[in-house]
């Protein structure tokens, strides 16, 4: 949601290096930087308070009124990086960027597919495929969308849909190439299964077999087939 705004309450940070960035990990702090109109500041942000602001309506978007402890202004701020543990998925660094309101700056947002169920592509069996999933905004700060929506109900097998067919935002732009590619709605790929060949050894044995076992068979009636025997 456009406008979302949530304050956040930070500590600075005396101590830079590795072994300081872990204990305030297991204090449940995350180590970060504010960047600003001066320079830059090395912060510690309460995780649970960090996830909380970002996870509210205006998602990633959402305007950050810094506020450093121990004083009163406010630094409107908004989420530029963070880094993520690799194996666990926590965030473990994160960069703020302070912005003017009245100034309108770059982002990425998130395209949302919809009505995916209802297109008559996928209902003959066609897959539905996501291609890009972000697009380049410019926007004044609170005018930021949490996410694009794409409508691919009326999308056929074979149609492709591109930035030109997303939606006019109010007080947002689209930075992309208009041509560039969405979604696709394609033909689902058939996976043909090789045929398996009997192996020639297998096949030498089978013959080998069936005549031994011929061989047995004609043998008692080789013996009782009317050969003439001399009695003394």
Same mark, same amino acid.
């Given at each position: 949601?456009?406008?979302?705004?949530?304050?956040?309450?930070?500590?600075?940070?005396?101590?830079?290096?590795?072994?300081?960035?872990?204990?305030?990990?297991?204090?449940?702090? %995350?180590?970060?930087?504010?960047?600003?109109?001066? +320079?830059?500041?090395? %912060?510690?942000?309460?995780?649970?308070?960090?996830?909380?602001?970002?996870?509210? +309506?205006?998602?990633?978007? +959402? %305007?950050?009124?810094?506020?450093?402890?121990?004083?009163?202004? +406010?630094?409107?701020?908004?989420?530029?990086?963070?880094?993520?543990?690799?194996?666990?998925?926590?965030?473990?660094?994160?960069?703020?960027?302070?912005?003017?309101?009245?100034?309108?700056?770059?982002?990425?947002?998130?395209?949302?597919?919809?009505?995916?169920?209802?297109?008559?592509?996928?209902?003959?069996?066609?897959?539905?495929?996501?291609?890009?999933?972000?697009?380049?905004?410019?926007?004044?700060?609170?005018?930021?969308?949490?996410?694009?929506?794409?409508?691919?109900?009326?999308?056929? %097998?074979?149609?492709?849909?591109?930035?030109?067919?997303?939606?006019?935002?109010?007080?947002?732009?689209?930075?992309?190439?208009?041509?560039?590619?969405?979604?696709?709605?394609?033909?689902?790929?058939?996976?043909?299964?090789?045929?398996?060949?009997?192996?020639?050894?297998?096949?030498?044995?089978?013959?080998?077999?069936?005549?031994?076992?011929?061989?047995?068979?004609?043998?008692?009636?080789?013996?009782?087939?009317?050969?003439?025997?001399?009695?003394?």
């Amino acid at each position: 949601m456009a406008g979302e705004r949530v304050t956040l309450e930070v500590t600075e940070r005396e101590k830079p290096g590795t072994r300081e960035s872990r204990r305030l990990r297991r204090e449940g702090l %995350i180590p970060g930087v504010l960047y600003g109109r001066s +320079a830059p500041r090395a %912060i510690a942000v309460p995780e649970r308070e960090l996830r909380k602001a970002l996870s509210g +309506a205006g998602g990633l978007h +959402a %305007i950050l009124d810094v506020v450093v402890e121990g004083q009163k202004t +406010a630094h409107p701020s908004i989420l530029k990086e963070f880094q993520r543990d690799k194996v666990r998925g926590t965030v473990v660094h994160v960069d703020l960027q302070e912005v003017r309101l009245d100034r309108p700056i770059q982002a990425s947002v998130a395209v949302q597919l919809i009505g995916g169920d209802d297109a008559p592509g996928v209902r003959e069996g066609g897959v539905l495929s996501l291609v890009t999933r972000e697009v380049s905004v410019e926007a004044l700060p609170l005018e930021v969308p949490e996410h694009l929506k794409l409508d691919v109900s009326g999308m056929a %097998i074979g149609d492709t849909l591109r930035v030109a067919d997303l939606k006019a935002v109010e007080g947002a732009t689209f930075l992309d190439d208009p041509e560039t590619v969405l979604a696709t709605l394609t033909v689902p790929t058939r996976v043909v299964e090789p045929e398996v060949e009997a192996e020639e050894g297998v096949e030498g044995e089978a013959a080998e077999g069936e005549e031994e076992a011929a061989a047995e068979g004609a043998e008692p009636g080789a013996e009782g087939s009317g050969e003439e025997t001399s009695e003394e």
